[in-house]
């Protein structure tokens, strides 16, 4: 055997064991150090997107600049629904919200805003307390998929917390869709145990299909919700 087929074989052994390692489920393999944050702040490893200051993580739905209100470290719904910038596939998301302290409407028309996970698939944010509407619409919804296990809605202008984990569904190799889920938790209370999602759950007009990433998007209902602190941990 020559020099050049030894360093072929070498270079061939190497990827393998490069393969062998991307492939290791995820508990097989020694965990990278994360420090955590405290009280809801982003551990260290999080992409944030909004810190209470600026819009520069996002943009409008139709790609124009953002025109939400930021103040007192939360931004409040004003014109359009906002994207992120950047696109997801599979994440951990943090974020707080709160629908207006003074009441207005029923129904969807109270608080109505939400969460859309590539742009298509909506956890819903409403003001869910003493406010009935049909159950897979209340807050914390997946909304039209799937009511939350339990009403964990705080009173009007409190703030409320989200925490989400977001698997998509997938185009699979032979052309069927391998359904993602969601985990979500409300206020800490869990609302969203590991539930599947379809890939033709989309809310959206605009963006259908599954797909291995998209925006984050957060909407204009016509209401005056406020969020802040938000961040996402890529998981994958
Ligand atoms: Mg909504």
Request: overall charge neutral; aromatic content about 8%.
């Amino acid at each position: 055997m020559n020099l050049r087929a030894i360093s072929l074989l070498r270079a061939a052994a190497a990827s393998v064991v490069l393969v062998s390692f991307a492939a290791a489920p995820a508990g097989d393999r020694e965990p990278a150090v994360v420090t955590p944050g405290t009280a809801g702040a982003p551990p260290s490893d999080a992409i944030v997107l909004f810190n209470g200051k600026d819009l520069s993580a996002w943009k409008s739905d139709d790609g124009s600049e953002p025109k939400w209100k930021v103040e007192s470290g939360n931004m409040e719904v004003h014109g359009k629904s906002l994207m992120t910038r950047q696109e997801f596939g599979a994440i951990q998301l943090h974020l707080e919200w709160a629908s207006p302290a003074e009441v207005k409407g029923e129904g969807q028309g109270r608080g109505n805003s939400g969460v859309y996970f590539q742009g298509r698939y909506e956890i819903q944010v409403l003001d869910s307390y003493q406010n009935k509407t049909y159950f897979n619409g209340q807050a914390a919804s997946f909304y039209v998929h799937n009511a939350p296990l339990v009403n964990a809605c705080r009173k009007p202008g409190e703030w409320q917390t989200y925490d989400i984990v977001f698997h998509p569904p997938k185009p699979g190799a032979d052309g069927k869709v391998q359904p993602g889920s969601f985990t979500v938790l409300h206020n800490g209370v869990l609302v969203q145990d590991h539930i599947p999602v379809l890939g033709d759950a989309s809310v959206s007009a605009k963006f259908t299909g599954a797909t291995h990433t998209g925006p984050l998007m957060l909407q204009d209902h016509g209401n005056p919700v406020r969020y802040r602190n938000i961040w996402v941990r890529k998981l994958d």
